[in-house]
């Protein structure tokens, strides 16, 4: 158990539609981020977010979203989800300037229709 | 654009077998990192890398890191079936002002051990 905790566990949409998916870090972590994982692939880096702003994105579009909260559980959002937006969605927190290792989140499995 | 290769992609062991997973990234970095996945599950830390020269053991398994070489391998000593999984290297850089934690993945590299 790494204390990292996100909702729903799998959930499935309809193209177009909007989806928020949720994360609970450690208490203290005050940096989260954010990676999708498709199938057979290794997690891609979507964004990080510290002290509740943006620090940071990979190469996903503006559709992709998120918001970080003073009680450490952060969102994901994603508008006019795409069929390739089918994955497996990791959150992962730490302690800026602490201990340098993430804990990864059980995830979360997006499927779109 | 900081690039992680993993070889092989694919390991089929048998058990009481050693072997070594490879992973070559291309931009300077100290910050590496070993995950285990199974299947449908999400990622377990394994190691954690943070200088040049760092070796680290955890059982079966031996991580180490060369930051001049861009290169860390995964060392397996005598294979049991329990370590079919797939591994991940992941190489950490700044991801926006002073912070790091934008973990650059490998393709993973899948593990099979039987007997």
């Known amino acids: 158990e790494t204390g990292v905790t996100q909702s729903p566990t799998h959930l499935i949409k309809t193209r177009g539609q909007q989806v928020t998916l949720r994360c609970s870090s450690q208490?203290?972590?005050?940096?989260v981020s954010w990676y999708q994982q498709a199938l057979g692939q290794g997690p891609q880096f979507i964004f990080q977010?510290?002290?509740?702003?943006?620090?940071g994105r990979g190469n996903f579009p503006p559709r992709f979203s998120g918001l970080q909260f003073p009680n450490y559980s952060s969102e994901l959002n994603v508008n006019a989800l795409e069929l390739d937006d089918s994955a497996l969605y990791l959150c992962?927190?730490?302690?800026?300037?602490?201990?340098?290792?993430?804990?990864f989140g059980p995830g979360t499995r997006l499927t779109v229709t | 654009e900081l690039k992680v290769e993993q070889n092989p992609l694919f390991l089929s062991m048998q058990e009481g077998k050693n072997y070594t997973i490879y992973c070559n990234y291309s931009?300077?970095?100290?910050?590496l990192y070993w995950y285990r996945q199974d299947p449908g599950k999400s990622l377990e830390s394994l190691f954690v890398?943070?200088?040049?020269?760092a070796v680290k053991q955890e059982g079966r398994l031996m991580a180490s890191l060369d930051t001049k070489a861009r290169l860390s391998t995964l060392h397996i000593t005598a294979a049991v079936h329990d370590l079919s999984a797939t591994y991940f290297c992941?190489?950490?850089?700044?991801?926006?002002?002073?912070?790091?934690?934008?973990?650059?993945f490998g393709q993973g590299t899948i593990l099979t051990v039987h007997p």
């Open positions: 931009t300077t970095s100290d910050r």
């Open positions: 890398l943070l200088s040049n020269g």
């Open positions: 208490s203290g972590h005050n940096t």
């Open positions: 977010y510290y002290r509740e702003e943006e620090n």
């Open positions: 992962a927190s730490r302690l800026a300037g602490g201990p340098y290792e993430q804990y």
């Open positions: 992941a190489v950490d850089i700044r991801a926006g002002g002073t912070s790091y934690g934008k973990l650059t």
